[in-house]
Structures are given as C-alpha cells and as structure tokens.
C-alpha cells in the first residue's frame, strides 16, 4: 500500500504542538525498545563510558540513549554489533559518496597500503588528486590539502586574513564551519540568548573559547541588506567572508541568488576575501555548490567525499592568495601537516572522485528530486519541512518556512530525536536532527521501504 500521513484534521485543534505530541508520547517505548534491540551497543556503551568522557569521542554520532556500534558496512547497509543489518542514510556525515567499501577504492587502498602508508615526500598521486579537484572546482587554481574540514577552514581564513591585512571574519549565525575556535561562534545559540534576529549577538558553541573582538562578526544568513549594511559600516577591518554555499545545519537550505551575488560584490568592492566552506556542500553538483549556483569565491574548503573515507581537508582558490605559502614569499603562511596528502587519502581519494562523473551527479539530482518530493507529499498538511539538493535532504520538525537559523530554530528536536530512533528501529541511519544523503550504493527498494517506514512512524 502507499505510504500515507496522517491528515492535517488529526493534528488537533492545539495545532502543531498536538502533532508532535502523538509521537512524543511514545519517545520512552521507542527508547525501551532501542534498548532491546541494542544491547551488545549498551554494553560497549557503558564500557566507552569508563574511557571517553561521557561515553563518546566525536560530538557528531551522539545521540540518546547511545549509538548503535557498528562492525561493518557494505554498499549502503551497515552492521551493528548487535548483528542488526542497518540501511544508511547518512554515510558518515556525507563523506562516503560510493557508499562503504566501494570495490574501486578498496582496491586502490589496498595496492597503496603494501607499499606503505605514509612518508616524508610527495607522491605522484596527490598531485592527480589536485589535479582533478582544480579542473572541478571553479574557484581553483591552486589547491593545499589538510587533514580535515576544520583544518581546511582553519586553513583559509589564515590565508583570507594575511591576503586582506585585516583580522576580522564575517560569518552567519547557524552554520558550522568545523571546531576551530574563530568559527565556533553562534552554531546553534538558544533564541534567548542570540540578540535580534537582524543583529545577532555573538553566542559561544563551546566552552574554552577566548572571544571574539576584533576576531569574528556574526550576521543573519541569507540576508542581503544586512549583509550590506554591515560591510559597508566595517569593511576597513573585515578580511575574510565565510560563507556555507548549502547551509547544513540551519536546514540543507541554499542561500538565495541575491543573497551570495551582494556577498560577491561587496568582497570585490573592499577587497575581501571570500569563502565558501564546500565541505558537504561540494557533493550538490559536479562542480559543486559554486557551479551550481554560479558565484565563484576567492578560496574554497573541501573536505568529505574527496578523502574516499579517509581523513581530508583542502584549500583551493585563487593562485595569488594560496601562493603566500610558496616558499618564495617572504613572510609566507605556514602549513605543516605529518599526514598531509598522504598516500592513502590520495588514492582512496582520487578513486571516489574519478567515479563521481557528470552522469552519476545528474543521477543523484534525478533520485534526490523524487525522493524530496515524494517526501514532502508525505508531510503536506503537517508542521514538516522537507529541504535539501542533489542527493542531500532534510525533515524539519517547524511549520515555518526556512531561509535562515531563526527558522530552522522553531523547530521541535525532541521530535525530530525520537522520530530518528524509531527509524534507527526501524533499520534506518539518519541524524538525530533527520538530515539525511543518498549514495551510489542506495537501491530504490531501500528508498521505499525509508519512506513506509517514515510513514507509519509519523501516522501513529
């Protein structure tokens, strides 16, 4: 039978809070239930606890009451230790565009990996992996790899600051840019705290952060005439302009044209650097975001899916700002890095790139477009929002529609949290937040069990 939703009748006359409610009232049933079907991952769980704080080493897999461990994935489905076959909807946060295991890049690890690991020289193959990369990437006529996504943007703003002479960094409240201390700055502030929506007021991510005078502005996303107001005011002082090209966080939403072309224009007015942080955004289109939309920036970071699912990052721009770091200049930006380029990432990498042709992103286009709407069929009528690009997309528990951080804001996590678990139950990986990629290894058959799944949890 069709997968169907409940009708905007069912509801209730208290409105939104009366939809969320129906599922919220399960959240401990769904929670036992987890428990139940998990319990090799409680056990690793409770051991995790006695060595990582709070049971977890990396913020992004957290979730309530733990995540499920996983020894293995093939194609698209992952096994739990509890020997629980898991359909995967997110990848590793994107980063796996072949799905796990891809023959090709196995193969490529596997010839580099008897050859060593590792050294202190260069390779042949992280020069074709640049190569490739800088005949993609629009912005690109120079590229420096890195370790990670953080690096990458830790990386670029070190060269947007020494190319301008000035210290101050705009970025926009809602996105993530990775764990360095400049961009941890208004990630995901509590709405009491935040300021105004046209003025936020910059509100630490983490603990441990220094400030950010004279270091970091925070601006509502996705609106030009604040964006213009700002720089124009302060221009002498900014250097650097971060943009997320598809904002991850706020929504896998894409700023509007007038929005990114203003950015553009102004950074060419005051001669600021401008970049675009491509770390998820960069698997939208062939090109990237910046080929999909048509504004090209100064410097781009890259991160993800040109690792091949080992640890990346990179910087790729305009020659004259990434050539500070030539030895030749003589007050150079420094970037040292032991396993930089390494061979490893470089084969692995340069197989998933060399298999993500023209064809295969339009096929991801083709899928994502049917899946989003077929989604969003599902949710018409009910305080859902269904969002996303090429093979990207997102469910947001709001009745708003979203453009920026205060929107995606409204939003009912509890929700979002429990529905995840109950797809997790269900046999489906998807963030907590329900953010959600396809790979080339996702079958349709796997798409339409999703979808009947998503159906009776959010019908009942």
């Known amino acids: ?49 006695t060595v990582f704080p709070g049971g977890f080493t990396r913020d992004a897999i957290m ?36 799905g796990h295991a891809h023959p090709a890049v196995v193969e490529a ?10 050294y202190f020289a260069p390779t042949e193959h992280e020069l074709a992996l640049a190569e490739l990369l800088i005949a993609r990437v629009p912005s690109a006529e120079r590229i420096r790899f890195a370790n990670s996504g953080s690096e990458a943007v830790m990386m670029a703003i ?20 990775g764990s360095y201390d400049d961009v941890s700055w208004s990630v995901s502030p509590a709405p009491e705290r935040a300021g105004s929506a046209s003025q ?25 005439e604040a964006l213009r107001s700002f720089i124009t005011a302060h221009h002498r002082e900014i250097g650097v302009l971060l943009v997320e090209p598809m904002a991850n966080r706020i929504g896998l939403i894409l700023p509007d044209d007038a929005f990114l072309r ?8 005051y001669g600021i650097v401008l970049i675009f942080d491509e770390v998820i955004a960069f698997r939208v289109g062939y090109h990237g975001a910046q080929g999909l939309l048509g504004v090209t920036p100064d410097l781009t970071t890259l991160g993800k899916i040109i690792g091949g699912g080992f640890p990346v990052g990179a910087v790729a721009g305009r020659a004259d700002v990434l050539d500070l770091s030539s030895p030749a200049q003589r007050e150079r930006v420094t970037h040292a890095g032991t396993f930089n380029a390494n061979p490893m990432v470089a084969v692995a990498g340069l197989a998933t790139m060399s298999a993500l042709t023209p064809e295969v992103f339009a096929g991801f286009e083709a899928t ?9 069929d599902l949710c018409e009528g009910l305080p859902l929002q269904v969002t996303g690009a090429g093979s990207l997309f997102k469910i947001t528990a709001t009745g708003t529609t979203i453009r920026n951080y205060r929107d995606g804001a409204t ?18 990986l998807m963030t907590p937040g329900l953010s959600g990629v396809i790979s080339t290894a996702t079958t349709q058959a796997q798409i339409d069990a999703f979808i009947d799944a998503l159906a009776q949890i959010i019908a009942s």
């Open 262 to 269: 203003e950015a553009r224009a102004l950074c060419d007015q």
């Open 158 to 177: 070190r060269f947007g600051r020494a190319f301008s002479g000035r210290p101050l960094i705009v970025k926009f409240e809602g996105s993530y840019h």
């Open 411 to 428: 939003a009912n996590y509890a929700w979002e949290s429990t529905v995840s678990l109950a797809l997790l139950n269900a046999g489906f």
């Open 368 to 376: 994502g477009n049917a899946l989003r709407k077929r989604l969003s």
């Open 109 to 118: 690890a596997e010839r580099q990996l008897r050859k060593g690991t590792a």
């Open 63 to 98: 979730r309530k009451p733990y995540a499920a461990f996983v020894t293995s994935g093939q194609g698209s489905v992952l096994t739990d230790a509890d020997g629980r076959a898991i359909t995967d909807f997110w990848f590793n946060a994107t980063s796996l565009p072949l």
């Open 200 to 224: 936020p007021t910059p509100t630490a991510e983490s603990a441990g952060l220094a400030g950010t005078d004279g270091r970091v502005a925070v601006l509502p996303f996705n609106d030009a």
């Open 1 to 49: 039978m069709p997968a169907t939703a409940p009708s905007p009748a069912a509801r209730g006359a208290g409105g939104d809070n009366d939809y969320y409610g129906a599922v919220l009232s399960r959240a401990a049933e769904i929670e036992q239930a987890y428990r139940a079907l998990t319990p090799r991952s409680g056990a690793l769980f409770a051991r995790a606890g």
